[in-house]
């Protein structure tokens, strides 16, 4: 069986994610970077020092205006080391628009927006990181 190496058409994935730092695999650059403040990234663009303060539960709907406006399909809203709601106002912002809205650990947000972004989708994950 013949195997091929295929190299995404993506700039950015994960390599590690934990509730503390996230190490992004950053293929124009050819090189790994660590992150310890909460960010947003796309298969495209990394929005490093996202101005979130606290966790899921502070967000509010204005903090997800940097997200919105890249135009996903999907947002994926990795929670820390585990996963949280945010407010009603806050799904409603992205569900408004109709935008879907996944929350979960930041380890699974890591694994689904790299399968995501493998399929070409218009994924954005907004990572809360708590120092």
């Known amino acids: 069986m013949q195997l091929n190496h295929e190299i995404p058409d993506f700039a950015y994935a994960f390599r590690a994610a ?47 205006a940097p997200v919105l406006a890249l135009e996903p399909e999907l947002v994926i809203l990795g929670t820390g080391e585990t996963q949280q709601f945010p407010s009603a106002a806050v799904m409603g912002a992205c569900l408004t628009r109709g935008i879907g809205l996944e929350v979960m650990a930041n380890a699974a947000a890591a694994r689904t927006f790299n399968l995501l972004a493998s399929e070409g989708r218009k994924v954005a994950a907004a990572i809360l990181l708590v120092g």
């Open 18 to 64: 934990g509730g503390r730092s996230v190490v992004i695999e950053d293929r124009e650059l050819v090189r790994t970077r660590e992150l310890s403040q909460s960010f947003i990234l796309t298969p495209q663009t990394l929005v490093q020092d996202w101005a979130v303060n606290g966790g899921a539960r502070a967000l509010t709907p204005d903090d997800l």
